[in-house]
């Protein structure tokens, strides 16, 4: 995978296969893609999307820290999830 990078504003920017694969999971699930077909139902297809996205994103999380100084306002958000 490509690093991160960060556009002007500070966000950070996902990889483009990043992006695709959490596109196609959204349509897919919208569109119930594992309830229509029987291939998809047979691979479980939003579970292998799911499970490709989380890879990625754990993969990403060393390359993209976050900053918690920076993100005063929702620092208590932050560790409440954790």
Do not use: H
């Not at 596109?23 to 479980?44: C, E, H, K, P, S």
């Not at 890879?55 to 208590?76: H, I, Q, T, Y």
Request: glycine share 4%; net charge positive.
């Amino acid at each position: 995978m490509t690093p991160t990078r960060r556009n002007k504003s500070g966000y950070w920017e996902p990889p483009l296969a990043v992006t695709l694969t959490f596109l196609i999971f959204v349509v897919a699930r919208y569109m119930q893609w594992g309830a229509r077909r029987d291939i998809f139902a047979t691979i479980r297809i939003e579970f292998l999307l799911g499970l490709v996205l989380t890879v990625a994103c754990a993969f990403l999380l060393p390359s993209a820290p976050l900053n918690l100084g920076r993100l005063k306002a929702a620092k208590r958000v932050l560790i409440a999830i954790a």
